[in-house]
């Protein structure tokens, strides 16, 4: 699978003791059939990647969170831009 520059990328860990590697495709070196790609990992470090066959995997993406109720949501502002708390 050949991948976009600003795609999300997990990698298999390389080794038991590690959970996966995340990143975001910085730059495409090489195109299909063989892809290099340039890849800036969640660590803040950046690497030359040519993935084996099924290694590197698009991130699922995020769900946004539902949005809560804060005391901010609970005051509304006037037309001259001062703040009161909705009655309730």
Known sequence: MAFEVGTAVLTQAGSTSKGPRA???EEVLRGDPSPRYRVRWDDGHESVLTPADGA???AP???RP???TTAAAKSR???KGRTTA???
């Open 56 to 58: 590197l995997k698009a």
């Open 61 to 63: 993406r995020r769900r």
């Open 23 to 25: 990143g975001v495709i």
């Open 66 to 68: 539902a949005a809560r």
């Open 77 to 79: 502002t006037t037309a």
């Open 86 to 88: 909705k009655k309730r």
